[in-house]
């Protein structure tokens, strides 16, 4: 991928072939959306802006032709959390951007993606039917789907950021990415933000629920990115790191992303690492 990355900067036309071709390309959308996020990071919104004008081709055509939004909405996320990013040198801010937008997204959907979301519903109550389960009416399973694909679309946005900032990285700032997922911290406002909208969700219910959905990923990603730096600073490798995933996922099981979420909001108030690193020091000088 590296490869593909060092061609894409290479000059603007690259940047809007790859874009082009890997958006009509089903499953490889989230690829476009990177090319996209790598040209705004290194270059700007002034280079970027045709790119993603040529993005959008494709994705109206996907949009026409099967009714799926997806490419086009990931591709203006990508473009709005790439400027984000760009502008503020925080993941922070693109982490609370992109709950928002998963909110705002459940708007969205209902108008660009009426035909698939009702034909993702029939097949759901089909399934529900067959195995002879009770079938939820009709609008609630077609909230549920608006809001599980506005939090799949933001994630994926999300993830083509990350590739994006990777790919940067490894060109022109090596090792780059990692240090700033070390380093990924909520500010104490951002993380009573998300906490807040966790606790109305799930105390509303309802289409309210998105709230806790859009919120909930955020706190994992920089709960995850505590333990990463945490391990990081007591230099502990890869082994340390596949046992804590195992752990979580066989062991935790439905806890792990709840702790995951309580160790972040904590770390935005006593900023674990520091503290580590601080006694750490202590005992050394001892």
Same mark, same amino acid.
């Given at each position: 991928?590296?490869?593909?990355?060092k061609?894409v900067?290479?000059?603007?036309?690259?940047?809007?072939?790859?874009?082009v071709v890997?958006?009509?390309?089903?499953m490889?959308?989230?690829?476009?959306?990177?090319?996209?996020?790598? @040209? *705004? &990071?290194r270059?700007? /919104?002034?280079?970027?802006?045709?790119?993603?004008? !040529?993005? #959008? $081709?494709? =994705?109206?055509?996907?949009l026409?032709?099967?009714?799926?939004?997806?490419?086009?909405?990931?591709l203006?996320? @990508? *473009? &709005?959390?790439?400027? /984000?990013?760009?502008?503020?040198?925080?993941w922070? !801010?693109? #982490? $609370?951007s =992109?709950?928002?937008i998963?909110?705002?997204?459940?708007?969205l959907?209902p108008?660009?993606?009426?035909?698939?979301?009702? &034909?993702a519903?029939?097949?759901?109550?089909?399934?529900m039917?067959?195995?002879g389960?009770e079938?939820?009416e009709?609008?609630a399973?077609?909230?549920q789907?608006?809001?599980?694909?506005?939090?799949f679309q933001?994630?994926v946005a999300?993830?083509?950021?990350?590739?994006a900032?990777k790919?940067?990285?490894?060109l022109?700032?090596?090792?780059?990415l990692r240090?700033?997922?070390h380093q990924?911290?909520?500010p104490?406002?951002?993380?009573?933000?998300?906490g807040?909208?966790?606790?109305?969700?799930e105390?509303?219910g309802?289409?309210?629920?998105i709230?806790?959905l859009?919120a909930?990923?955020a706190?994992?990603?920089?709960?995850?990115?505590?333990?990463?730096?945490?391990?990081a600073?007591k230099e502990i490798?890869?082994?340390?790191?596949?046992?804590f995933?195992l752990?979580g996922?066989?062991?935790?099981t439905?806890?792990?992303?709840?702790?995951l979420?309580?160790?972040s909001?904590?770390?935005?108030?006593?900023?674990?690492r520091?503290?580590?690193?601080?006694k750490s020091?202590?005992?050394s000088?001892?």
């Open positions: 991928m590296s490869g593909l990355a061609w900067m290479e000059k603007r036309l690259n940047a809007i072939i790859g874009v890997f958006s009509f390309i089903p490889l959308f989230w690829l476009a959306a990177a090319i996209l996020g790598l @040209v *705004m &990071l270059k700007g /919104v002034k280079e970027g802006i045709p790119v993603f004008a !040529w993005g #959008l $081709l494709p =994705a109206i055509v996907l026409i032709v099967q009714g799926d939004a997806t490419t086009l909405l990931v203006t996320n @990508v *473009m &709005l959390l790439s400027y /984000v990013l760009r502008s503020t040198m925080s922070s !801010w693109v #982490l $609370l =992109a709950s928002f998963a909110v705002i997204s459940t708007l959907q108008l660009l993606m009426q035909t698939v979301l009702d &034909l519903v029939g097949l759901v109550q089909e399934v039917k067959s195995e389960g079938v939820p009709k609008s399973i077609f909230d789907a608006v809001m599980v694909i506005s939090v933001a994630a999300v993830m083509s950021v990350f590739l900032r790919w940067q990285a490894g022109y700032n090596p090792g780059g240090s700033e997922f990924l911290r909520l104490v406002p951002f993380s009573l933000t998300l807040g909208m966790v606790v109305l969700g105390s509303l309802g289409s309210f629920t709230l806790t859009a909930v990923p706190l994992v990603v920089t709960g995850l990115a505590l333990v990463h730096g945490i391990f600073n490798g890869v082994v340390g790191l596949i046992a995933y752990a996922f066989f062991v935790l439905a806890y792990f992303f709840n702790i979420v309580v160790l909001v904590i770390d935005s108030f006593v900023d674990i520091s503290r580590i690193k601080k020091s202590d005992s000088n001892d």
